[in-house]
């Protein structure tokens, strides 16, 4: 069974940066794809961004788009989200994601495994 853990969330000023770090374990990292989700109160989770098995394709929303990078360590399990820039309406639960299939995914429903989230909060 997939075990998917995220930290490096907190709080964070306007303009500052954060790397969220997504621990997997339970299965061969290398068979999975991986995306970032996020949800702000209130409102549904949305697509931030996503990477392949490999590393070598990346999708983003247009909010994270130039401002978020995703990446991923094989070697350690562990994918990232690098968030620089950061924006009040950055604020939210962020979520990574598992899929047992190499190629990238931007739909929830694509996503068969999550992590329990890592509250991010931009203050103005």
């Known amino acids: 069974q997939v075990q998917l853990v995220e930290s490096g969330g907190g709080l964070i000023q306007t303009g500052g940066s954060l790397r969220l770090s997504c621990a997997f374990s339970?299965?061969?990292?290398?068979?999975?794809?991986m995306g970032w989700f996020r949800q702000a109160p209130g409102n549904e989770r949305k697509f931030v961004a996503a990477i392949n098995w490999s590393g070598s394709k990346t999708y983003y929303a247009d909010s994270a788009e130039g401002r978020f990078t995703i990446s991923r360590d094989n070697a350690k399990n562990t994918g990232y989200l690098q968030m620089n820039s950061l924006k009040p309406e950055d604020t939210a639960v962020y979520y990574c994601a598992a899929r047992n299939m190499a190629s990238v995914a931007w739909s929830a429903v694509q996503y068969d495994s999550w992590g329990r989230g890592t509250h991010v909060t931009v203050s103005s």
């Open positions: 339970g299965r061969p990292f290398r068979s999975y794809a």
